[in-house]
């Protein structure tokens, strides 16, 4: 038993205090283990909002609080089901590997507080959780059981269950992204295991892996660095087939990658923003140093041009992420106010855009006489800058504008290195 019942009482009873109170109030039984319900009562009001189904199961346990920073939210669990549920091998219409014919695996090699893993592994026959850490292991083998997910848990380190892993029809990984010394580290290789070391392994072992890393990196780099020829056989390289930005209320929060045996010609990028979803089909040869926007369609610094003075779109994270910037242009018939800007105008309003929208209502350059004109009666903003050589506060207190209201005000540099000031109100 992970928690006696007495500190299960003690849990139930000060489920919505403020655990810093409650530790310093202390409690008087002994039997009441204080510092297990203490992380119990600060995970269970996490799951609330990060974890709801779990949250609303009375006898679920809650690792540590770093764990539960670091794991998965519900939203982004299921996205990640989703988007394996139906891409079997033979539905993508790609031949799993010799050893995969007629198994049904799904292994988490890095399980973790395990929210992944159980979302992710629901439509398989065999799962499989691999965690080295024992706390971890004893609490996810507990929640399995609590939520009837029947399933195999293993506490081992992933290289060593790797060595003798039977053959699985996908794999998922999710590195961790601190060091010895609890820092942060974002390149693949800096991560604990080094899936790049692992891989040749991990092809001959999976028919597809799923890999998710720091949405820091930059995603054509590791696609680079993931591809990179190895002295293995042409057949066993890890080939890139889809990349899934994910963000969360306009915060970029996961980088998927689903690496395949099969080569394709163009690679699958898909901008996820809450129920928002962009796809973009690039060509599957693409570098790191590629740049996906289009400088030929960027705006002279006019801006009395008919076709911009309507309305300004801001894309979301996971758009801004993935660079596609030319392809927005193309798909929405809309363009760029600079190539370094990432802002867009159209005359037309457009519904179905995949960000922010905005009515523009003046347009400023930085003359003390067109600023008086274009801010009269307005007090107070929400002031945002691209390429723009001043900082938030500094825009702010040469504008004498508070923050907050319904202005927004752009500030960015036109092609031709003119400073302009968008002012707008937000639509929706």
Not at 118 to 125: D, E, P, V
Not at 192 to 219: F, G, Q, T, Y
Not at 231 to 247: D, F, G, K, Y
């Amino acid at each position: 038993m992970l928690i006696n019942e007495k500190t299960w009482e003690y849990i139930r009873q000060h489920a919505d205090d403020d655990v810093r109170k409650l530790a310093l109030q202390g409690v008087k039984d002994t039997a009441v283990d204080l510092q297990m319900a203490l992380q119990q009562i600060a995970g269970r009001q996490t799951a609330r909002r990060k974890l709801p189904s779990w949250a609303e199961v009375d006898d679920i346990v809650y690792p540590p609080h770093l764990n539960m920073e670091q794991c998965s939210s519900e939203q982004t669990a299921r996205y990640k089901a989703s988007l394996i549920s139906n891409a079997t091998p033979h539905s993508q219409g790609e031949n799993p590997s010799p050893k995969g014919e007629g198994n049904d695996a799904f292994v988490d090699l890095t399980g973790g507080f395990g929210v992944d893993f159980y979302w992710m592994s629901q439509g398989f026959k065999q799962r499989i959780y691999i965690e080295q850490n024992e706390q971890l292991c004893a609490i996810s083998s507990n929640n399995f059981e609590v939520l009837g997910h029947d399933c195999s848990v293993c506490c081992c380190d992933t290289a060593t269950y790797l060595t003798t892993m039977p053959h699985a029809s996908l794999v998922f990984l999710d590195p961790a992204r601190r060091n010895e010394h609890g820092g942060r580290t974002y390149g693949i290789e800096d991560c604990s295991p080094n899936v790049l070391e692992l891989l040749p392994l991990l092809m001959k072992k999976a028919d597809r892996i799923l890999l998710k890393l720091s949405p820091m990196l930059d995603w054509r780099k590791a696609v680079e660095d993931i591809q990179k020829p190895t002295t293995n056989s042409q057949h066993l390289m890890a080939r890139v087939s889809e990349v899934h930005i994910v963000s969360v209320d306009n915060e970029c929060k996961e980088l998927l990658l689903l690496l395949t045996h099969q080569p394709k010609e163009t690679l699958r990028v898909v901008c996820v923003n809450n129920d928002e979803m962009t796809e973009f089909a690039l060509p599957s040869s693409a570098r790191s140093g590629d740049v996906f926007r289009s400088e030929r369609t960027a705006l002279p610094h006019g801006a009395d041009d008919a076709f911009a003075t309507s309305f300004l779109y801001e894309p979301n994270a996971s758009i801004m992420k993935a660079g596609c910037f030319d392809d927005i242009e193309s798909r929405f018939h809309v363009r760029q106010v600079s190539v370094n800007s990432h802002l867009f105008l159209s005359s037309d309003e457009i519904d179905n855009f995949p960000g922010r929208k905005f009515q523009i209502s003046a347009i400023s350059s930085m003359n003390k006489l067109e600023l008086r004109s274009a801010l009269k009666e307005i007090e107070r903003a929400n002031i945002a800058v691209r390429n723009f050589p001043m900082s938030v506060d500094q825009l702010r207190k040469k504008l004498k504008l508070k923050d907050g209201g319904d202005v927004y005000i752009f500030a960015t540099t036109m092609t031709d290195g003119a400073h302009r000031l968008f002012i707008c109100r937000k639509i929706g």
